[in-house]
């Protein structure tokens, strides 16, 4: 994994597996997974971040919380950043705010068989979470980011993904319902707590003006990932814009 992903402790495994059954049992006494209207994934790390289920859903103002324990506010993102542009305001007069966001290392796909819940097939999944996804959800509130109590919290799992045989084509897969995500490790966490924490986001081969383009090369990162990186590096104040090369702005480090 990437260096800057911190191991988690032995103590923080058994909580989070702890936090893992008590969700996974309390579905199955109810529908079973994936049925209720708040997916798996965001319940077991609720529970992870705070075992004493009082302190969930909390109401403040007009909003609801998914974790405040008196003096700090969780909220769990597996996407949609934009939502939070209008609970932030409010929030943030209140207690400091951790967004939590999950990324799935790695996968696994479960096929299940919609009329008996048969499972037909499990393997491994292609796609891998990377510590650069939660950029193209910082853009939308990247207004916020130099709030000193504002933090953000990625957690890194392998996890299933569970999905009904009831698409299209032969393999009936094709825009097949997406059930659930679980995640079924946890394999360690990062904080972003200040720009000083984003500046490990700029490459050091990065020349002394640059294209986002340029910055694509440098970083490995897809077209749409390294414009995303670009517009919130600036906004944290760790780049800024220097002129142009033919249609392209350039950059340079702060």
Request: charged share 30%; hydrophobic share 30%.
């Amino acid at each position: 994994m990437d260096q800057r992903i911190k191991n988690v402790s032995p103590t923080d495994v058994i909580r989070f597996n702890n936090a893992k059954k008590q969700v996974i049992d309390e579905e199955r006494q109810t529908s079973g997974i994936g049925t209720l209207s708040e997916k798996t994934t965001h319940r077991i790390i609720k529970r992870y971040l705070e075992s004493n289920t009082r302190f969930h859903e909390v109401r403040l103002g007009d909003y609801i919380a998914d974790v405040y324990n008196g003096s700090h506010i969780y909220e769990v993102q597996t996407r949609n950043f934009g939502n939070l542009k209008s609970k932030l305001p409010v929030f943030l007069t209140i207690a400091p705010v951790t967004v939590v966001y999950p990324v799935s290392v790695n996968r696994s796909l479960v096929w299940i068989e919609p009329g008996t819940g048969e499972i037909m097939e499990k393997r491994k999944s292609g796609k891998h979470g990377r510590i650069t996804d939660i950029f193209k959800e910082l853009v939308f509130i990247k207004d916020y980011l130099e709030y000193d109590n504002l933090s953000f919290r990625l957690l890194f799992f392998e996890s299933t993904d569970y999905r009904l045989l009831n698409g299209y084509g032969k393999d009936k897969k094709k825009h097949a319902t997406k059930l659930d995500n679980v995640p079924e490790t946890i394999l360690g966490e990062m904080e972003l707590k200040n720009p000083s924490d984003y500046a490990s986001f700029l490459p050091e081969e990065l020349p002394e003006e640059f294209s986002a383009e340029d910055f694509r090369l440098c970083s490995g990162a897809d077209k749409r990932t390294a414009g995303r990186e670009v517009t919130v590096l600036r906004s944290l104040g760790l780049i800024e814009r220097c002129g142009s090369r033919g249609r392209a702005y350039l950059y340079r480090k702060k």
